[in-house]
């Protein structure tokens, strides 16, 4: 069982639509960060979430810390937006204690 | 305030060479961290280094690779012996003191092609 599951795996969408991704942990957590990797680029941190919601342009996080759940959205997605989209935690503490742990990501496709 | 540089960007190495991949944190930054990255496969946490110690290196291979983060200069991943196996991105991130991975900033990468 993995610590991070990712939904979807993959993702087409058509320019302008609204995109979720879905990000569900069973370990608890002190920060949760969406990470973006273009292909064959750099990782570019998004977002870090301890509670609530954050919004920067396009892209809003949010997490639910009892339900150990969080959310990536993209409104009005733009082609440039296709990416893998990478959920990953930060337990702070217990086995993974100083490290972060990674789901599979989401490959995510804008079609114009 | 240059970000987290890692280089070099592509490195090919021939089967039985050394590999050294440089990591230089941001400015205040004394934790690094590295991951590797397989083709088609997720990110793997490696090792865990303050300036000067290794705190936990729980995710390296047993054999040919080693880490450093000496008190001055960048961290670098030694992989001795390349062989094909160990073709993948290697990705540096840096951390403030105190935060642990509260905060946390990637490098670019580097891209290990082993031939």
């Known amino acids: 069982k993995n610590e991070v599951e990712q939904s979807p795996q993959n993702l087409t969408a058509q320019e302008g639509e609204f995109i979720t991704i879905n990000c569900s942990y069973s370990?608890?957590?002190?920060?949760l960060h969406w990470l973006q990797q273009h292909p064959g680029g750099g990782i570019v941190s998004l977002f870090m979430?301890?509670?609530g919601k954050k919004k920067h342009g396009r892209l809003i996080a949010t997490i639910n810390i009892q339900e150990k759940h969080s959310s990536l959205h993209i409104t009005a997605s733009h082609p440039r937006d296709s990416a893998v989209y990478i959920c990953?935690?930060?337990?702070?503490?217990?086995?993974?204690?100083?490290?972060?742990?990674f789901g599979a990501g989401t490959i995510l496709r804008v079609k114009s | 305030n240059a970000g987290v540089m890692q280089n070099p960007r592509h490195l090919v190495r021939r089967r039985g060479q050394e590999a050294r991949l440089r990591c230089s944190p941001m400015?205040?930054?004394?934790?690094v961290y590295w991951y590797r990255q397989l083709p088609e496969e997720g990110l793997k946490f490696m090792v865990y280094?303050?300036?000067?110690?290794?705190?936990?290196e729980s995710g390296m291979p047993k054999e040919r690779f080693s880490a450093e983060f000496p008190k001055e200069g960048p961290s670098i991943l030694r992989i001795q012996q390349v062989v094909r196996g160990d073709s993948a991105a290697y990705f540096c991130?840096?951390?403030?003191?105190?935060?642990?991975?509260?905060?946390?900033?990637f490098g670019q990468g580097t891209r290990l092609t082993v031939v």
């Open positions: 991130a840096s951390s403030p003191p105190n935060r642990g991975l509260t905060e946390a900033f």
């Open positions: 370990v608890g957590i002190s920060a």
């Open positions: 979430l301890s509670s």
């Open positions: 990953a935690v930060f337990p702070g503490i217990g086995e993974y204690g100083n490290k972060l742990v």
């Open positions: 400015k205040g930054h004394s934790h």
């Open positions: 280094l303050q300036k000067e110690n290794i705190i936990d």
